[in-house]
């Protein structure tokens, strides 16, 4: 496996249903972040991790729970979600998250449908 | 508040050239970038600004001015591939990138 990794691809759950989502990330970058994108809405930063620490949390509800155990691993950890919730959840790694200059790697993203 | 602003949609012709604008106003300035994202996948990483001026890499050059808050994408001899959304962010004073919500390219033969 090379790059940024994330399953499942596709999930569809109830608001009843506790469910997470993986990223994994084979770059030995020491960052590694959630987004959520909507259509036609830009990126939300939901999460950034450094180090396996969290960083920042940008005021996102407490029905998304993250955990990192390892700089190669992030998981999403959802329940009762709304409908509104559903959305293509992105996970991205970088060198760094204070370098100006280090692009973010995506994985291909979790589409989330909440019924 | 921070902001992104940039076109929602630009249509082009094949072979021709597009320019697709990027506006900020944002908390600090630590670099602007700009991705590519063809619809069901990833964004991907194509240039990265923090100087004034030009950058080129290829068919694709992406220009910079801090003073007046503006950056352009620039792609040139156009490919039916280069049908995507294209993506500017701005990493802020605390080194978070702020997204605007992509401009969708439409070439067109």
């Known amino acids: 496996e090379t790059g940024v990794t994330q399953t499942p691809r596709h999930l569809v759950m109830g608001m009843t249903n506790k469910k997470s989502l993986k990223c994994e990330q084979h770059l030995g970058h020491n960052a590694m972040y959630w987004y959520k994108q909507s259509a036609k809405k830009p990126l939300e930063l939901m999460f950034v991790?450094?180090?396996?620490?969290?960083?920042e949390n940008n005021s996102v509800p407490s029905r998304f729970s993250p955990e990192c155990p390892n700089s190669s691993h992030l998981f999403l950890h959802l329940h009762t979600l709304q409908p509104e919730d559903s959305a293509l959840y992105l996970c991205?790694?970088?060198?760094?998250?204070?370098?100006?200059?280090?692009?973010?790697?995506f994985g291909p993203g979790t589409r989330l449908t909440v019924t | 508040g921070q902001n992104i602003d940039q076109p929602t949609e630009m249509t082009a012709t094949e072979g021709a050239i597009v320019q697709i604008n990027c506006t900020y106003q944002t908390s600090g300035f630590n670099g602007l970038f700009w991705y590519q994202q063809h619809a069901g996948e990833a964004p991907t990483f194509l240039s990265y600004n923090v100087l004034d001026g030009l950058e080129e890499k290829g068919r694709f050059s992406s220009f910079l001015s801090r003073s007046k808050g503006y950056s352009y994408l620039l792609l040139k001899e156009l490919q039916m591939k280069d049908s995507a959304s294209y993506l500017c962010a701005v990493k802020d004073s605390n080194y978070q990138l702020i997204w605007g919500a992509g401009t969708k390219l439409i070439i067109k033969p």
């Open positions: 991790y450094s180090l396996e620490e969290r960083v």
């Open positions: 991205a790694s970088s060198q760094d998250w204070t370098g100006g200059s280090y692009e973010q790697y």
